[in-house]
């Protein structure tokens, strides 16, 4: 008896501490290029290819749920022989590359002590031609990894350019069916140096558009509003003229015109230099035109400095009868270059008012988030309550994360927003 036990207590000491298959981890949809102006050049579907600056670096990020160790091999191949220094947490292996065909080259073990993202870089250290080598994978391997080791795994779906992008969250803000709401106000700081380029921090999401502020460029910024056309596709010339956005008027300097690729519709933006740490202001209207089974959307925007309303545009949708629905906001990035810079934004002070005349407050807000964080190839994402905001954050591979469909609820001591609807552009 007492031998069985024994025997017993060995096999599940041995099963405990065995390690799971290796995981191949493929360099196109966990990796960010450093160093180099022609990023989309070296960094491919297919992993490093091109690579000849020694000055260019590469960091791939995988999320460890458990301390242990991690043994890595890279798949990699090279017309004339290099060296490569792959370094995570301070330590550093050097490795060869000496064969044109691709091959599996062991490079190093380190013990890992902590959980969360860590970052894997590397960086060449000398080359006898032109190149450094071409590198597609990581293999993973010791009792760090696991089932729940968290990378983008593969590009089905284009996961590599989602995965890039990283995870989208949101806002969702509750409404009671019986209300109708005719009005949407909202407002929006991002705080400093956390409007980074490619971010979209949306302020008034409806059923039919988005409405809120983007950094397109190091030297341009967006006000942008749109709505979704009826008809659904990713083509907006393919849209019937009979369920095409009309848009009615516009503000100064604002652009009009068609979007595709994730629904179409008609847009509209502003280029305006809006400023981290200052608040702005968001208005949306709804107003359904029963008899002609149209509803017109137009978006105003407060800019604080000037003190004044700034009408963006106003569009007519046809096959809607409706007033506000699906009230919610969001953050994004939109370039997959930025998708390892961390990004956040405040949403505060929100309310709608009805057709009535009431302003009601909106104190309550789920959280939600897209594929990418549901599939589990991202989880740098968080959202919740500062003081008497609501903020979202994601990008950048740090470690907490937000559970899908928590609820916060803010202070509901603001006042509503005073405004003139009479004087509004």
């Not at 065995?18 to 050049?41: E, F, M, S, Y």
């Amino acid at each position: 008896m007492r031998l069985s036990i024994l025997l017993l207590i060995i096999l599940v000491n041995i099963n405990a501490t065995a390690a799971i298959d290796p995981v191949q981890l493929p360099l196109g949809g966990n990796t960010w290029v450093h160093g180099q102006t022609d990023k989309q050049r070296l960094l491919t579907a297919n992993g490093i290819e091109n690579w000849s600056d020694k000055t260019t670096t590469f960091t791939t990020w995988v999320r460890i749920n458990t301390p242990g160790t991690m043994q890595v091999k890279l798949r990699g191949k090279a017309a004339q022989p290099c060296t490569l220094a792959l370094s995570i947490g301070g330590k550093q292996y050097t490795v060869k590359v000496n064969d044109a065909a691709a091959q599996w080259i062991t490079v190093g073990e380190w013990t890992l002590k902590d959980t969360g993202y860590i970052a894997m870089q590397l960086s060449g250290v000398d080359k006898q031609g032109d190149h450094f080598a071409d590198i597609s994978d990581y293999e993973l391997s010791g009792t760090a990894i696991n089932e729940a080791t968290v990378f983008v795994k593969n590009n089905e779906g284009n996961f590599f350019y989602w995965g890039r992008r990283g995870p989208s969250v949101h806002l969702n803000y509750p409404l009671a069916d019986d209300i109708q709401a005719e009005w949407f106000y909202n407002e929006i700081t991002v705080p400093a140096e956390q409007d980074v380029i490619g971010s979209y921090y949306m302020a008034n999401g409806f059923g039919e558009g988005y409405f809120g502020i983007q950094v397109n460029s190091a030297t341009e910024r967006r006000i942008l509003f749109s709505v979704w056309s009826p008809y659904t596709t990713d083509d907006p010339k393919s849209i019937p003229e009979d369920m095409r956005i009309t848009m009615l008027k516009k503000g100064e300097q604002v652009y009009t015109g068609e979007f595709g690729n994730e629904g179409s519709g008609g847009q509209s933006y502003l280029r305006f230099p809006w400023k981290a740490g200052l608040t702005y202001g968001f208005l949306l209207r709804g107003i359904p035109d029963n008899n002609n089974n149209n509803t017109t959307y137009t978006a105003w925007f407060h800019d604080p400095e000037q003190n004044k309303w700034m009408l963006i545009a106003s569009f007519k949708r046809p096959k809607t009868s409706k007033h506000l629905t699906r009230l919610h906001s969001f953050l994004e990035n939109f370039i997959p270059e930025q998708g390892d810079k961390e990004r956040k934004v405040m949403f505060s002070n929100q309310w709608i008012r009805d057709t009535k005349g009431n302003w009601i407050i909106l104190n309550k807000a789920g959280f939600t988030y897209d594929n990418t964080a549901a599939k589990g190839y991202r989880k740098d994402y968080a959202g919740g309550v500062e003081g008497n905001h609501f903020f979202l954050k994601n990008c950048g591979f740090f470690n907490q994360y937000t559970a899908y469909k928590s609820t916060f609820i803010r202070s509901a001591g603001n006042k509503h927003p005073e405004i003139d609807f009479d004087k509004l552009p």
